[in-house]
């Protein structure tokens, strides 16, 4: 058969190179800025300008660092593949069967495959599918890559066992190069409520391996691996990224080799023994999301950012203002306390009501109930009808909270079928917050839970939304005496995938512990995200910003807690608390049936401010200032036509300096001019005292002095913010101007 020798991408600004011209798997020559259109003889050009030289003390022939690296090709880096049959079968050495090139364009049709070197441009997104065998180990493998048409490039590799007896499947990891001009990394780590803190340091030699062994995404997962040139940041410099897409064990990987390779990867963390490929079985690896941006950090989101808005499952209705239940009850259901709250949501401009944990049997506290999934008709005697009917009637959707992959040993359904439990053999693993996983790869477990959830589903008329919670690590998570993470995994997606076709139009939260499962392939069957359970809005603002790396605003939940934060104890007032929770999928969480009516007022004026601004914040371009000084935290949405933008400017502490550098508006059209001034419509007991008062920015100027000089704003207190808008006006138009303000101004502050 005849194969395409070079082969060249081109989506939006980015490009792909890979070199087919050798028996074995393919090179991938570039992966990064958009070369142009290379004329056919160019490419071979360009491939044999990057071979790698033969050195003195190494192999007689180039290392070759393919799609998959394989020892047989000189590579002594991790592997892409490892795994064993009985001991034998333990290295590859793929060779190319075929390879099909095609192109989803909406219009002008397929590519596909052809003998010339190809150089493939459209607006949809380029398709290679690269099939190999190695029959002498009985394997082959298919890779299956896609350049969509914002520049966001994903790899999976599918394995399937050709032999005649099992293969034990170790790892199976795509790899990407990256040029020797990165030089730094950055990661992110975190725990509960302070998920999503970045880590930055030199790029060494070695392997820079981050492993999540928590049987779900984790607190501490690095939402992007990122490498970089020097210095780096938000708005400046070359950088690439990967994801694995993936909400069980994962590992994401930076390497960088004294021979001169350098990769970022990604996969499924395997087990021993968990895969086992029999005979004419296939695994497939998770998705491996890879990002190239010469315009920094905002650049990679931005691709990040448009791929999601695009996909058939994005939401596509404005996102609801939510106020859940737990900070303002937490176990204590009571029908009147409840149709109060819901009376005073619906007066602040609330349009979901979701009632959280303690609604089921048993559950008056969060060491008993879990596993049973019915009504509890000692708190709920007529039922959650009442509720709901109560919730709808001020035009709000109801919500539901559940936890269904968890079951407490103080339950019925743990009493009668405790082997439906992960488990190693002979014990259970370690409680944590008194509860075990259910097992779902066991038909029987899985039937019944997704019969009782359908059940309260169908048994009530409204239930419109669920906080899909998952409480705890799974450890020693074993099925039927094998690893079960993987199956568990799975299972899951399968569970969220039927409930939803048996509800079409249910939107369902991922929520566990918070932010430990955040990741792109739980978002192809779930809505949004729940960042943190910390509602501190000071902690917020980076969990926010970092995990805003990976996912646009509008899938991220960002609620309005109380004054006093349950999890730190902080003390903020409402303006600060609600200018954080401002960019995101906003909401609350707090009793608000117990606040005063002037706080009640001040509140409804934030959520209008949201609603008014919510098209912009859900749809435009997300940027963050990179502010010399670290007490001066601003970032902003701008519209993509860049006719108007909101900026938030927080300081986090006291400064060094007594007064803090300009902070410059990015993103917005260097060639318009804006008018700037504070945002609108916010009461006066959330506006801001200054430190020196008497001025808050009201200025017309163009867009390149905004974003290269920038304004030179108040010198804020610690834990406060300003809200500035920005629209275009005619070039005509004079400056705008106002009289000098009080000590209050058009921003949020703090107390305590």
């Not at 419109?464 to 705890?472: E, F, G, I, S, T």
């Not at 004054?563 to 903020?572: A, F, G, L, P």
């Not at 400056?735 to 502050?749: N, V, Y």
Request: hydrophobic residues 40%; glycine residues 10%.
């Amino acid at each position: 058969m005849t194969i395409p020798t070079v082969i060249h991408l081109r989506r939006a600004r980015t490009s792909l190179v890979l070199d087919a011209r050798g028996p074995g798997l393919p090179r991938v020559v570039h992966w990064g800025a958009d070369l142009g259109p290379l004329p056919a003889e160019d490419l071979p050009a360009l491939v044999d300008a990057t071979v790698p030289p033969v050195v003195p003390s190494s192999f007689d022939a180039p290392t070759v660092l393919s799609l998959l690296p394989e020892a047989s090709a000189g590579w002594s880096g991790r592997p892409g593949l490892a795994g064993h049959r009985n001991g034998r079968d333990w290295s590859t050495a793929f060779r190319l069967d075929h390879l099909d090139v095609s192109d989803d364009a909406p219009t002008g049709g397929a590519v596909g495959a052809s003998t010339e070197d190809g150089d493939h441009d459209g607006p949809g997104p380029a398709r290679v599918t690269v099939r190999a065998s190695d029959p002498g180990a009985g394997l082959s493998l298919t890779i299956e890559i896609a350049l969509d048409a914002y520049g966001l490039l994903t790899v999976r590799h599918r394995l399937r066992n050709d032999g005649d007896a099992p293969y034990e499947l170790r790892e199976l990891t795509p790899v990407l190069p990256v040029p020797a001009v990165a030089t730094e990394l950055l990661d992110l780590t975190g725990r509960w409520c302070r998920e999503r803190a970045p880590q930055r340091h030199p790029w060494p030699m070695g392997a820079w391996v981050r492993e999540g062994r928590h049987g779900r995404t984790g607190h501490d997962a690095t939402l992007l691996l990122v490498a970089g040139t020097a210095g780096f940041g938000f708005g400046h410099g070359e950088v690439w990224a990967v994801h694995t897409a993936w909400s069980g064990d994962h590992v994401t990987a930076a390497e960088r080799r004294p021979t001169g390779e350098s990769t970022l990867g990604g996969g499924e963390l395997l087990t021993p023994g968990e895969i086992v490929l029999a005979p004419g079985q296939e695994y497939a690896t998770p998705l491996l999301h890879a990002v190239h941006s010469t315009v920094g950090l905002d650049g990679l989101s931005d691709v990040l950012h448009t791929h999601l808005r695009a996909r058939p499952e994005h939401p596509r209705t404005p996102r609801p203002v939510t106020l859940n239940v737990w900070e303002a009850v937490y176990f204590d259901h009571d029908l009147d306390r409840l149709t109060s709250l819901a009376d005073r949501a619906a007066e602040v401009g609330v349009e979901r009501f979701v009632l959280d944990d303690g609604w089921f049997r048993g559950r008056r506290h969060d060491r008993a109930g879990l596993g049973d999934w019915w009504v509890d008709d000692d708190v709920w005697p007529d039922g959650l009808q009442p509720l709901i009917d109560h919730v709808r009637k001020h035009g709000m959707q109801f919500g539901l909270w559940v936890e269904p992959e968890m079951v407490n040993p103080d339950s019925d359904l743990f009493r009668a079928h405790p082997d439906w439990v992960l488990q190693a053999p002979g014990r259970l693993p370690p409680e944590w917050r008194h509860q075990q996983v259910l097992d779902l790869a066991h038909s029987e477990a899985y039937e019944h839970l997704l019969g009782r959830l359908d059940a309260v589903l169908t048994a009530h008329d409204g239930i419109a939304y669920l906080k899909w919670d998952h409480n705890r690590d799974l450890a020693e998570a074993g099925h039927r005496g094998r690893p079960g993470v993987h199956a568990q995994t799975l299972a899951v997606y399968r569970l969220l995938d039927e409930l939803r076709a048996r509800h079409p139009g249910l939107e369902i939260e991922s929520c566990s512990s918070g932010g430990a499962r955040v990741d792109l392939e739980i978002l192809r069957r779930t809505d949004r995200v729940w960042a943190s359970d910390c509602n501190d809005a000071l902690e917020r603002l980076a969990i926010q910003r970092w995990t805003g790396l990976l996912l646009p605003p509008e899938l991220v939940g960002t609620h309005i807690g109380p004054d006093r934060s349950h999890t730190t104890h902080r003390v903020h007032d409402l303006g600060f608390r609600a200018a954080t929770a401002l960019f995101g999928h906003t909401g609350i969480e707090w009793d608000i049936s117990a606040i005063s009516a002037s706080e009640r007022a001040e509140l409804a004026a934030w959520v209008a401010l949201h609603k008014r601004l919510r098209p912009l914040l859900h749809a435009g371009r997300v940027v963050r200032v990179d502010h010399p000084d670290p007490a001066v935290q601003a970032h902003g949405v701008v519209a993509h036509d860049g006719s108007r933008a909101v900026y938030a400017v927080s300081r986090l502490t006291t400064s060094v300096a007594q007064v803090p550098g300009a902070v410059r508006l990015p993103g917005l059209d260097p060639h318009r001019r804006y008018a700037v001034r504070p945002a609108a419509g916010v009461p006066e007991p959330a506006m801001l005292q200054l430190t020196e008062p008497g001025w808050l920015p009201s200025v017309t100027l163009s867009g390149a002095a905004l974003g290269t000089v920038g304004l030179q704003l108040p010198a804020l207190h610690p834990e406060q913010a300003l809200l500035l808008e920005v629209t275009t006006v005619d070039r005509e138009s004079p400056q705008l101007s106002c009289p000098p303000m009080s000590r209050t101004g058009a921003a949020a502050s703090t107390r305590g």
